[in-house]
T-cell receptor, first 115, second 112 residues
């Protein structure tokens, strides 16, 4: 199993540009989570999906952030327009269906730098 | 009050000693508890899960849960320099959600 696959690994962009982060969950997992990690705030949940349906997006900081999961094997997190305060490591994670009974498997993350 | 609290450390222990990492949580209805290890520049990896009060052992790791005190801990026996990492406590709030709330982590440094 290739694990959770995220791309790109690193992204440097200018303020105001659109950024799209991509995630492929582990096959058979039907929950997908987007987290953001910073030194100051740690790991923050942005949004999660069950069976491709967004369940909780209360962590999405503002309307500049959007996430989609068009099918069971792909999700995107988009920031438009990007700002320097969005600089962080963005992790995607997936898990099996039994709520709370299995921990997540994280992808390698995307390190985003907005200049 | 943060939902999941951990001492940020660093916690420094000599090689071969027992490292004790602690975590408290605020939601009394929380059902499931996890410990993740994160090496610098890497992603978190699951090392232990615990769902019932008491101790759960896996190799050199022991997770302890006390729901009445809303307290979770991780003991690492015979600590090795390779255990040096940040340890993240994560809590599932229960109910219909399967999200995890993470603490900010404790940095463990095992001195050779």
């Amino acid at each position: 199993d290739a694990g959770v696959i995220q791309s790109p690994r690193h992204e440097v962009t200018e303020m105001g540009q659109e950024v799209t982060l991509r995630c492929k969950p582990i096959s058979g997992h039907n929950s997908l989570f987007w987290y953001r990690q910073t030194m100051m705030r740690g790991l923050e949940l942005l949004i999660y999906f069950n069976n491709n349906v967004p369940i909780d997006d209360s962590g999405m900081p503002e309307d500049r952030f959007s996430a989609k999961m068009p099918n069971a094997s792909f999700s995107t997190l988009k920031i438009q327009p990007s700002e320097p305060r969005d600089s962080a490591v963005y992790f995607c994670a997936s898990s099996l269906v039994v709520p709370g009974r299995y921990g997540y498997t994280f992808g390698s993350g995307t390190r985003l730098t907005v200049v | 009050q943060k939902e999941v609290e951990q001492n940020s450390g660093p916690l420094s222990v000599p090689e071969g000693a027992i490292a004790s990492l602690n975590c408290t949580y605020s939601d009394r209805g929380s059902q499931s508890f996890f410990w993740y290890r994160q090496y610098s520049g890497k992603s978190p990896e699951l090392i232990m899960s615990i769902y019932s009060n008491g101790d759960k052992e896996d190799g050199r790791f022991t997770a302890q849960l006390n729901k009445a005190s809303q307290y979770v801990s991780l003991l690492i026996r015979d600590s090795q320099p390779s255990d040096s990492a940040t340890y993240l406590c994560a809590v599932n709030p229960g109910g219909a959600t399967n999200k995890l709330i993470f603490g900010t982590g404790t940095l463990l440094a095992v001195q050779p």
